[in-house]
C-alpha cells in the first residue's frame, strides 16, 4: 500500500512540460512544489513509502520508478518476505530457509519471460568466480546472494561489447532499490557523444551521463579557454558563456579576453548567486575579487529604446539602477559601466581607457593587445565565412546560402575579418565587379529592322541614332511599333532583338 500522498519536487526543464499538463503552474526554476503521486512521471525518482500489503511492514524511501516496476497488477505492493510466500511457489516456500531460490530461478518466476532472458545473457562467466576459481552460473548463487567479494556480481553489455563488464547488486535489484542495466550505455559517450569534444579527459565519456551533475574539468575546443562545469549544464545551453561562440555578445568577449590578458583569469564572468547569495535576481556581467569591482557592459538598449528589446528604456534603466544599488549596499566598492552601444574595436577600446578600469588595475593602452580582444570577440562564424573567403569563394550570395545568414551579416564578418587578418575582401573592389557583371548580364543584341544594322546592346543602339533607350526597348517587346527616327533619312526605326531575329528571319517583313 502507497502510504506517501504528496512529495515535493523541483522545477526543471526535463520535468516542466510534464506538471504543466498536470495543471501545475510554473513558478521559476529549482522552486520546490507539492505534487500529488499519482501526478509523478513513471520515471520519476521521487522517494515514497509504502507499507506491505501483507504483513504490512514499512518499507521507506523507494524510487517511485521502481515502485512502479515492482507493483502488482491488483496494485499491492509486497516485501521480498511476503513475495517469496505467496508468489515463490510450494517448492520455494519449503526451502526458502536452507538454500533460497537461485537467481536465476527468481528472474523466471518474478520478470516476464524477454526481460529474465535479457538479463541472464548478459551475465559474465570470465569474472564471475569464487575464491576457489569456480564458475558460478546464474543458477549456483542465491537470489539474496551478496555477490563476489560482497560487491555484487559481473554484468556484460550486449549492445556494446566494448563496455567493459559492471557489478551490480542483486539483492538491491531485487528490493527494488537497484537495476541491472548497462551504465555506460547511458553515458554521454554513447547518448551525448558531440560532448566529448569539451572534455578535458576523454575517459569521463564513459564515467558520466549527460545529467550528471558533477563538475568536470572541460575545455573550449576553439578558444581553448578551461573550466570545471557540470554536464546537465552543457548539454542544455553549450559551453556557456566564456566560451568564444555565438551565445555571448561581442562587448562581453572582447572585455573578457582584456581582463584575461591582465588578469590570467582571475576574475569571474556572469557574477551570480552561486557566487554571492544576494545575486539572487541579477546577474553581473564581471567580478574582480582583486579590487572589488563589478564590470558592466551596456549595448545600444541601455542608452536608446530598441523596438526589438523586450523591454523598454525606462524598464532597462530602472533595472540597471536596481543592480547598481544591490551592488553597492553588499560592499562592492567599485562598479563600472562600459558604455558598448557601438559593437567596434575603436569604441568599447575607447570606453574602457576613459573609464576608471585604467587606475584600478594599473594598465596603460599599450599594455593591451587590442587586435587580439577584437579577434577574440569575433565569433566562430565569423572565421568560417573568412576562411571560406580565402580558399576562392568569393560569392557572397553563395557563403550567405551556405551559412544561413543575410548577405550583409555575410560582408560584415568579412569586414571584421578585414581588420584581424583573416581575409583580404575589398568591398569597393566587389561593388565594382557586380556592376560589371550586371552590365554584362543587361547587354542583349538588337537589330534595327529599319537599316538591318545590329548593335551588341540597346544603350549601343540609343547612343548611335540619339535614341531613348526605353523605346527601343518597349519596341523589341511589341509595346510599341517604332523608336526613333534615322538621322539623315527621318525614317521612323523599328526594332527587334536579335535571337528573335534569327528565329523567325524568314517571317520577318522589312
Same mark, same amino acid.
Given at each position: 500500500m502507497l502510504i506517501t500522498k504528496v512529495v515535493i519536487v523541483k522545477w526543471h526543464s526535463s520535468n516542466k512540460k510534464w506538471y504543466e499538463s498536470k495543471g501545475y503552474i510554473f513558478t521559476k526554476w529549482k522552486d520546490e512544489f507539492e505534487v500529488n503521486v499519482e501526478d509523478l512521471s513513471d520515471g520519476s525518482t521521487a +522517494?515514497? $513509502?509504502i507499507q506491505c500489503d501483507n504483513c504490512g511492514e514499512m518499507l521507506r524511501n523507494i524510487k517511485w520508478k521502481d515502485y512502479l516496476k515492482h507493483r502488482y497488477e491488483n496494485n499491492k505492493y509486497y516485501c521480498h518476505k511476503c513475495v517469496m510466500q505467496l508468489f515463490g511457489g510450494e517448492k520455494m516456500r *519449503?526451502? #526458502? &530457509?536452507i538454500n533460497s531460490v537461485s537467481f536465476y530461478q527468481w528472474c523466471y518466476d518474478n520478470l516476464l519471460k524477454e526481460l529474465a532472458d535479457y538479463i541472464l545473457s548478459r551475465w559474465d562467466y570470465d569474472l564471475? !568466480? $569464487? =575464491?576457489?576459481? =569456480?564458475? +558460478? #552460473?546464474? =543458477?549456483? @548463487?542465491?537470489f539474496c546472494s551478496s555477490g563476489v567479494n560482497k560487491k555484487g556480481y559481473w554484468f556484460k553489455c550486449l549492445d556494446h561489447p566494448e563496455h567493459g563488464s559492471e557489478l551490480k547488486s542483486i539483492n538491491s535489484f531485487i528490493n527494488g532499490n537497484g537495476n541491472i542495466y548497462c551504465h555506460q550505455c547511458n553515458t554521454i559517450a554513447i547518448t551525448h557523444p558531440h560532448l566529448i569534444k569539451y572534455l578535458i579527459n576523454k575517459e569521463d565519456a564513459y564515467k558520466y551521463s549527460f545529467g550528471s551533475h558533477y563538475y568536470i574539468p572541460m575545455k573550449c575546443p576553439d578558444c581553448g579557454y578551461e573550466k570545471p562545469m557540470k554536464l546537465n549544464v552543457i548539454s542544455r545551453q553549450g559551453f556557456g558563456n566564456i566560451c568564444c561562440n555565438d551565445g555571448i555578445s561581442f562587448p562581453e568577449k572582447f572585455i573578457f579576453n582584456m581582463l584575461d590578458q591582465l588578469l590570467n583569469k582571475n576574475f569571474t564572468l556572469q557574477l551570480s548567486k552561486k557566487d554571492f547569495i544576494w545575486c539572487e535576481n541579477y546577474r553581473y556581467d564581471f567580478h574582480i575579487d582583486k579590487i572589488n569591482c563589478i564590470i558592466e557592459t551596456h549595448g545600444l538598449q541601455h542608452y536608446e529604446e530598441v523596438n526589438t528589446w523586450k523591454l523598454s528604456l525606462e524598464e532597462i534603466k530602472e533595472k540597471d539602477l536596481d543592480k547598481e544599488w544591490l551592488a553597492k549596499t553588499n560592499k562592492i566598492e567599485n562598479y563600472i559601466i562600459i558604455d558598448c552601444r557601438e559593437s567596434t574595436m575603436e569604441? @568599447? *577600446?575607447k570606453s574602457v581607457i576613459t573609464s576608471k578600469l585604467p587606475n584600478l588595475l594599473g594598465f596603460k593602452e599599450s599594455d593591451i593587445d587590442w587586435l587580439k580582444c577584437h579577434e577574440y570577440a569575433c565569433n566562430n562564424l565569423v572565421k568560417e565565412v573568412c576562411d571560406l573567403w580565402a580558399n576562392g569563394n568569393s560569392? @557572397?550570395?553563395? @557563403?550567405a546560402n551556405k551559412f544561413k545568414i543575410h548577405r550583409i551579416t555575410a560582408i560584415n564578418y568579412l569586414k571584421k575579418g578585414v581588420k584581424i587578418g583573416w581575409c583580404d575582401y575589398n568591398p569597393k573592389k566587389e561593388i565594382e565587379k !557586380?556592376? *560589371?557583371? &550586371?552590365?554584362e548580364k543587361s547587354k542583349i543584341k538588337v537589330i534595327c529592322l529599319s537599316t538591318d544594322k545590329v548593335f551588341n546592346s540597346i544603350m549601343e543602339a540609343s547612343k548611335e541614332y540619339n535614341i531613348n533607350n526605353t523605346g527601343i526597348g518597349r519596341c523589341c517587346k511589341d509595346k510599341q511599333k517604332t523608336a526613333g527616327k534615322h538621322p539623315i533619312t527621318k525614317e521612323k526605326l523599328r526594332w527587334m532583338f536579335y535571337s528573335e531575329y534569327i528565329n523567325n528571319k524568314g517571317e520577318i517583313q522589312k
Open positions: +522517494l515514497v $513509502d *519449503k526451502t #526458502s &530457509l564471475n !568466480v $569464487d =575464491k576457489n576459481g =569456480k564458475v +558460478l #552460473s546464474p =543458477k549456483d @548463487i542465491s569604441w @568599447i *577600446k560569392n @557572397i550570395l553563395n @557563403i !557586380v556592376v *560589371k557583371q &550586371l552590365q
